[in-house]
């Protein structure tokens, strides 16, 4: 048995990826160690290489879209096996006794803890979870597929799911990029009349063959006026990382529809009340979801024929994955792989 184990690690804000040697972490009570199987690159991971997440103590591993098996059990985990396929993703756990918590809505507990955030993550061999914040993955769906969904998928997933929208409406997914991807597909198999809107005609064909019934090209068609051909959308998911883009979008609404943001530009929106008045519109974020929520992501994957697009890096080469990762054109999300 190895007592040593390779990881990818930051030591400062700002600083560069190391690749390090460590000792085997050790489960404690409540918590289980997971052998690494894959780790996907999210956009998030920024927030521990630049030092943006208030509090962060380095060094720190990264990597909240974890797909392993459990290899060592802590004290008290009950419900869970040795060699059981297991996801990690942003939900790292949650304290049951906060007033969030007494109620049953863990993805909001004041003390909740971020994988590869509050503690060290899936970029490495080897990483220790709390029991709460695991995820079934069924036999069918391999590791590096299983990872994106922990962070990605279930974000869109979930955001979809309780959006209000019922099938037969129109749904939206604007930018067709590591979310949207997802987000078109997720679309489709709930049942939506599902939109694609992306710049330029490139995506189209994919756009087309992930399950989008419509796709509006933003540079060349007015985007307002083709969903409100169309009634206007139930749902707008906004993935692009465009403020400006964003804002303009909720005179693309239906009556009563919402605009979701499940990930942040980098600049405020600028929004034009008078028309969410006008329509009863609303505009909202959507926070992940819980460690269940991802199983239910992964289970309904596999059930409807959800796939992430993936390129594959090994950990040895976390920088050059990264670096795709973060230049936009990687298609979709970028997912390292280990070999142990
Ligand atoms: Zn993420
Ligand atoms: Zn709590």
């Not at 049951?96 to 049953?104: A, K, L, T």
């Not at 409406?169 to 590591?178: L, S, T």
């Not at 959800?306 to 979709?332: N, T, W």
Request: net charge neutral.
């Amino acid at each position: 048995m190895n007592t040593r184990m390779k990881a990818a690690q930051i030591s400062k804000a700002g600083g560069d990826w190391e690749l390090v040697e460590r000792d085997l972490p050790q489960p404690k009570t409540g918590q289980v160690r997971v052998r690494v199987e894959a780790c996907g690159i999210c956009h998030s991971d920024v927030l521990v290489k630049e030092g943006l997440w208030p509090g962060l103590q380095y060094p720190r591993v990264p990597g909240h879209e974890v797909a392993g098996r459990i290899d060592e059990l802590g004290d008290g985990v009950t419900a869970w096996s040795k060699g059981q396929r297991v996801g990690v993703g942003w939900h790292g756990g949650h304290c049951f006794v906060c007033e969030q918590c007494r109620r049953g809505d863990f993805a909001m507990c004041v003390n909740r803890k971020v994988t590869g955030v509050d503690f060290d993550g899936g970029y490495a061999e080897y990483m220790i979870a709390p029991a709460n914040a695991l995820a079934a993955i069924p036999d069918e769906l391999p590791a590096e597929e299983a990872g994106p969904f922990m962070c990605a998928g279930v974000t869109v997933f979930n955001a979809l799911r309780n959006s209000g929208a019922r099938a037969g409406d129109v749904v939206a997914v604007h930018g067709i990029g590591g979310l949207g991807h997802l987000g078109v597909q997720y679309a489709r198999q709930m049942g939506f009349e599902t939109v694609a809107i992306n710049r330029g005609q490139d995506k189209q064909p994919l756009a087309q063959q992930l399950g989008a019934h419509h796709y509006i090209d933003a540079t060349a068609n007015d985007v307002v006026a083709e969903l409100q051909k169309l009634g206007g959308a139930r749902v707008i998911l906004a993935t692009a990382p465009s403020a400006p883009a964003i804002s303009a979008l909720v005179d693309g609404l239906s009556p009563g529809g919402t605009l979701l943001v499940p990930a942040a530009p980098a600049e405020p929106l600028s929004i034009n009340v008078f028309s969410l008045i006008l329509r009863r519109s609303s505009i909202a974020g959507w926070y992940s979801g819980t460690a269940k929520d991802s199983q239910d992501t992964l289970e309904f994957s596999v059930l409807s024929g959800v796939h992430p697009l993936i390129e594959k890096y090994p950990l040895d080469r976390v920088a050059e994955g990264y670096a795709q990762m973060h230049s936009g054109k990687a298609r979709f999300r970028v997912v390292l792989t280990f070999t142990n």
